[in-house]
């Protein structure tokens, strides 16, 4: 990989303060890109955006393709440069899935504001890993591959159950503690003032760290295949789900994919019981019944009662 963007003044994802559960989202789906997305929601001004750049800035050296909001199917898809045709020329454009399979990264902010037909498609590539365009002249069949992030505010409206659904995890950006808010104020001071100083020691060790995890990620992503998921644990999965009230099945699998993922970053051969119970807030909130009526998108102790039996 080459080497980080260190033009780019995002905070380093090691010095991310807080906000736990998002960053071993964006791990897990790293790890396991079949996981098929995170979605992040929250309010305004809880850092959604500078986690996600920091994260494809460790992960990839760059920032993510990002799609903006009044995107076309043209810019999404590709399509034919307009400029060309005026001279005659028929030459193709890139559309931004491509660029997304380039860079690995897809970041969608605000995407409950996009156009429905647009998430489709672009959930629908993300789970077929197939990028099918046949239109005006244009019969191309691709093969691509990236991560994909999409931010919500619930404020400002809320996504399809359906759409929710085809999300493999999500998350609620956390609030934080008077005592992570003074480390955050701290730290995002601390970075700005060392971005002016020449050999700074303090980004240097932040960006070696990115790089130790970046390292351990991709160790995981090559032990994932090996990690065994055994009959037990798929039906702790499946018990799991069902007990939950999760909508459809599609939890039950997302379930087992996240475990697997977190065993592997573990560097364990055999999923436990306690990998499972650690993602099921991830794979399961956005597809209770709840969820799809815009209620908030809660996992408390209620929702761990009604499954305590289960994990002894």
């Given amino acids: 990989m080459s080497e980080p963007d260190r033009a780019v003044p995002i905070l380093p994802y090691s010095r991310v303060v807080g906000q ?13 890109p079949g ?14 955006s500078t986690v996600v750049r920091a994260f494809a800035l460790m992960t990839g050296g760059r920032l993510p393709v990002t799609l903006p909001i009044n995107a076309t199917d043209d810019r999404v898809l590709g399509g034919w440069e307009l400029d060309a045709l005026m001279r005659g020329e028929a030459r193709r454009q890139t559309g931004l899935l491509e660029e997304a399979h380039v860079k690995g990264l897809l970041y969608v902010d ?11 498609i672009i959930l629908d590539v993300v789970s077929t890993g ?21 931010t919500m505010n619930p404020e400002e409206g809320s996504l399809r159950a359906q759409l929710l659904d085809r999300f493999g995890l999500m998350v609620t950006a956390a609030g934080l503690t008077i005592e992570q808010r003074h480390r955050m104020i701290t730290t ?18 932040a960006h070696e760290e990115n790089g130790r995890l970046r390292e351990r990620l991709l160790a995981a992503r090559e032990r994932l295949t090996g990690v ?33 993922a977190l065993a592997a970053m573990e560097d ?12 099921l807030p991830l794979a399961l909130r956005h597809r209770r019944p709840e969820s799809a009526h815009g209620a908030e998108f809660a996992w408390g102790p209620d929702e761990y009662g009604i499954l305590d039996d ?3």
């Fill in 268 to 279: 364990e051969r055999r999923v436990e019981p306690r990998h499972v119970h650690r993602v």
């Fill in 228 to 260: 065994r998921l055994e009959e037990d644990i798929s039906r702790l999965c499946a018990e799991a789900a069902a007990r939950s009230g999760a909508v459809g099945q599609r939890g039950d699998l997302l379930v087992a994919k996240a475990a697997r």
């Fill in 110 to 120: 605000e995407v409950n504001l996009l156009d429905d037909h647009i998430v489709n």
């Fill in 130 to 150: 197939v990028l099918s365009v046949q239109r005006e002249g244009i019969d191309t069949e691709t093969h691509v591959s990236f991560g994909l992030v999409g």
């Fill in 35 to 48: 996981i098929g997305g995170v979605l992040i929601a929250g309010q305004r001004g809880t850092a959604k």
């Fill in 310 to 312: 289960l994990f002894g």
């Fill in 188 to 205: 995002v001071l601390t970075f700005e003032e060392e971005l002016a100083v020449d050999g700074s020691a303090w980004l240097r060790a």
């Fill in 20 to 32: 736990d559960e998002l960053k071993l989202a964006l791990e897990l789906n790293f790890v396991a």
